[in-house]
């Protein structure tokens, strides 16, 4: 989860009485004292002060909602492959799909933001804050690239069992073509290639084999590898998170 939540707060509307105490703006870990979040007014007129506001805060918000989106979704997907149905696949896979375009609307919003001019520096502004406000779009693009990684491993596997299940017959179009075709019967274990067993996985691990029984269940075992691919992802986008945080933070204090 991001950290800004108190930045994005100190950002738009400054609170008559003291804060609470700040926290990281990309982990929600406590800030130490020596570099609390200051509460950054509107008494100076200043490119950088107007940038964290206008630009910064809405740039961390969307970065916040996405990685939210992210962690729904890896839920998500858990639930769809341990828990799902034949039946109960077809409703998660429209709620997952769903989940999709709303971190399509959201890293849009961070991409946005990035592209903003009020990440660029008038020419009057002072050096620091002319580094600063270029420090911070470059690392809150790399958290955009990694969250972009996110949605196309998302958006991959949503697309991917579609696709999938798309050319898989109903129970009762296939008890119809067993009475009408007996010599099917036959070729019960030997689907064609628009039939499928399982949900595939081929963008996360080479997973082609793991079904061999229409209807079975995923392995625990598998269902964590997939998982642990979806955490190092998460893992990668904090990290650049964090580096963000760390030229965030200090750009707050040029605006006391």
């Known amino acids: ?25 990309f982990n929600l870990n406590p800030i130490p004292a020596s570099s609390a979040l200051p509460i950054i007014g509107t008494t100076r007129s200043r490119a950088l002060c107007s940038a964290m506001r206008r ?14 989106t992210y962690d729904g979704f890896r839920k998500s997907l858990w639930d769809y492959t341990v828990n799902g149905t034949e039946v109960s696949r077809d409703l998660k896979l429209m709620q997952m799909d769903r989940t999709v375009q709303s971190m399509v609307k959201s890293v849009d919003d961070l991409e946005t ?19 600063a406000l270029d420090s911070m779009r470059q690392t809150l693009r790399g958290v955009l690239e990694s969250q972009k ?3 196309d491993v998302m958006s991959g596997f949503v697309e991917t069992e579609r696709m999938s299940r798309f050319g898989r017959m109903s129970e009762s179009e296939a008890s119809l073509q067993r009475a009408t075709s007996p010599e099917q019967t036959q070729m019960q274990n030997h689907p064609n290639a628009t039939a499928t ?10 997973s082609s084999n793991i079904f061999k029984n229409p209807g079975s269940k995923i392995s625990l075992d598998v269902a964590h590898s997939l998982d642990r691919d979806l955490g190092d992802l998460a893992a990668v986008t904090s990290k650049r998170e964090d580096n963000a945080s760390k030229v965030i933070i200090p750009a707050t204090q040029l605006c006391k």
Not at 120 to 127: E, H, V, W
Not at 197 to 206: E, I, K, N, T, V
Request: hydrophobic share 50%; glycine share 2%; charged share 15%.
């Open 55 to 68: 630009t910064v805060a809405p740039a961390v918000v969307a970065a916040m909602k996405n990685d939210k």
């Open 149 to 151: 990684v996110q949605l």
């Open 113 to 131: 933001a990035l592209n903003s001019h009020g990440f660029d520096s008038p020419p009057n502004a002072a050096q620091k804050d002319a580094q």
């Open 1 to 25: 989860m991001l950290v800004l939540a108190a930045l994005v707060i100190a950002l738009a509307t400054p609170p008559p009485t003291p804060a609470p105490a700040p926290t990281n703006p």
């Open 197 to 206: 067993d399982a949900p595939s996985y081929a963008f996360l691990r080479d």
